[in-house]
């Protein structure tokens, strides 16, 4: 079960990974063919905000990456949890404020990593 609970924690992390890059990178061209709903004329005035987010992202990635490298269990399991906690009460946020498929992107896995987490 340790390694299903790190596969997702895995799975999270590239995710915002993810988003960082397209964030931070590519937010006036590739980041319009996923973000469909969100004005086309809107892309280029938001590149800072996006990229801002985007950083943001990568501190997420960056905190669930740095729990494969720790090696106290209870430590990992502290971090671990802080970090997939910040990631789902972003996705409650995006899900209430944006689109409820924010929840189900980035807050489920999330959710589904905490759940078998506190099972171990």
Known sequence: MEWVVAVLIGVVA???LY???LE???WTTKAKKVFRNFPDSLFEPTKTMAA???LYNGFLAAGLIWTFFINDPHWKAYISIFFLS???IAGIYGAITVSKKIFYVQGLP???ALILLHLV
Do not use: P, R, S, T
């Open 24 to 26: 931070m990178f590519v």
């Open 14 to 16: 590239f995710l915002h």
């Open 110 to 112: 999330a959710l589904i």
């Open 19 to 21: 988003f960082l890059w």
């Open 52 to 54: 801002n987010q985007g």
């Open 86 to 88: 910040c990631v789902l």
